[in-house]
């Protein structure tokens, strides 16, 4: 009954690790090259690379370690390269504002 449990576990995560890295390398996939370049990340094709390493790692190599540290990677990617990119790509999650909006709302020149 425990045992069942833990394999259960230990699968979900093995799923997670799988779908979160699958995901990454979808998103560095459709990114634009020179969105990389200006927000000063690594090349896009060394993130297809790693991405597409772990991918692989989770279908193919059932060893905790390296899928640990595909999942690292992935996470890296998720938190800090795509948000510059989507920054420097113009898609920084402003949703209906105007040119003179500022961080905290519209900046209307102290009227």
Do not use: C, H
């Not at 390398?25 to 991405?51: G, H």
């Not at 790692?57 to 905790?64: A, D, G, I, Q, S």
């Not at 640990?68 to 209906?96: E, H, I, Q, T």
């Amino acid at each position: 009954m425990l045992l069942t449990g833990f394999s259960t576990l230990v699968w979900l995560l093995y799923l997670i690790m799988l779908v979160l890295a699958v995901v990454a390398l979808f998103l560095a996939a459709t990114a634009r090259e020179d969105a990389y370049r200006a927000a000063d990340k690594q090349k896009k094709s060394f993130w297809l690379i790693i991405l597409g390493i772990t991918v692989a790692v989770n279908l193919f190599v059932p060893m905790l370690f390296l899928q640990l540290a595909g999942a690292v990677a992935s996470n890296v990617f998720m938190v800090d390269v795509r948000p510059a990119l989507k920054a420097v790509s113009g898609g920084g999650g402003r949703r209906g504002g105007s040119s003179s909006d500022g961080p905290y709302g519209p900046y209307n020149g102290g009227r």
